[in-house]
């Protein structure tokens, strides 16, 4: 989305057409929803969203991530963490998410940290065995993350378990 307005985003998502019957990626519609950064909270242009059923979680360009009400537009709650501490990233690149956690991958400080979908920081993953993280996807049993300096001895693509060791590569 782009500014519309200071400090306002309009974010576009698939929502279930059917409320008592939800089939993900079928019966959905496209629906339009004004974020509004106002009081304590700013919004830059979008870099990555990451949706839950009733959340969206907005990286922007300032490395903020932002968690979002669906119905109201609201930021219910930010996060800001750049620094080189236990907690903190350097350069936020991408958000994945799963049933119970929200991603961040963090091109310089070649990690990934886990929060809470009420951005309480859970742990960190150390990815330094790749060259150059560009973006990443949570899969069943981890994670799938684009190399985007790939050789033929490391891979284009790395596959990892769920704390990021990796357990393949491909091209």
């Known amino acids: 989305g782009k500014n519309s307005a200071a400090n306002e985003v309009t974010v576009r998502f698939r929502d279930p057409a059917d409320k008592l019957f939800p089939i993900k990626d079928y019966f959905q519609i496209d629906r339009n929803v004004n974020v509004r950064a106002d009081g ?6 979008i870099n990555d969203v990451y949706y839950t059923d009733h959340f969206a979680f907005i990286l922007d ?3 903020a991530v932002s968690k979002v009400d669906l119905k109201t537009g609201q930021i219910v709650s930010q996060l800001r963490q750049i620094g080189r501490g236990p907690k903190d990233y350097l350069n936020a690149m991408n958000l994945t998410g799963d049933d119970e956690h929200l991603y961040l991958l963090d091109l310089s400080g070649k990690s990934v940290h ?11 993953f150390n990815i330094d065995y790749i ?9 069943k049993d981890g994670f799938m993350i684009l190399n ?5 001895s490391i891979g284009m693509f790395v596959v990892t378990d769920s704390r990021c060791r990796k357990t393949g590569t491909f091209l």
């Open 61 to 63: 360009q300032r490395q």
């Open 131 to 139: 060259p150059s993280p560009s973006s990443f996807i949570r899969t």
């Open 114 to 124: 886990v929060y809470d979908y009420d951005l309480n920081h859970q742990d960190k």
């Open 40 to 45: 304590d909270y700013f919004l830059s242009d």
């Open 148 to 152: 985007s300096t790939e050789t033929d």
